[in-house]
Nanobody, 115 residues
Framework: QVQLVESGGGLVQAGGSLRLSCAAS????????MGWYRQSPGNQRELVAL??????TNYADSVKGRFTISRDNAKLLTLQMNNLKAEDTAVYYC??????????WGQGTQVTVSS
């Protein structure tokens, strides 16, 4: 079992920055991968950024060059979001992929970008 707690969401103006954190109850370097996902009203949850156990990263085209995913320490995953746009408004979720089929989600944190 893995507990994940997101924080850092809030209200920001377009062009601003936010840093999301995901605190894990276990060593995240032992996981197959971790990711950030987001879901806005009426839309499906979508992948924002992923980092594998080897440190490889993958980003949605819509956030490339603006967002950075990183593992700050053994129990903290972060998402640095710069140059935020109104379309980035969503609930952001942290996901731990320990090893198939064991996957865990956090409760989500709201990000609202005003234009």
């Amino acid at each position: 079992q893995v507990q994940l707690v997101e924080s850092g969401g809030g209200l920001v103006q377009a062009g601003g920055s936010l840093r999301l954190s995901c605190a894990a109850s276990r060593n995240i370097y032992t996981f197959s991968a971790m990711g950030w996902y987001r879901q806005s009203p009426g839309n499906q949850r979508e992948l924002v950024a992923l980092i594998t156990s080897t440190g490889d990263t993958n980003y949605a085209d819509s956030v490339k060059g603006r967002f950075t995913i990183s593992r700050d320490n053994a129990k903290l995953l972060t998402l640095q979001m710069n140059n935020l746009k109104a379309e980035d408004t969503a609930v952001y979720y942290c996901k731990a992929i320990v090893s198939y089929p064991y996957e865990y989600w956090g409760q989500g944190t709201q990000v609202t970008v005003s234009s």
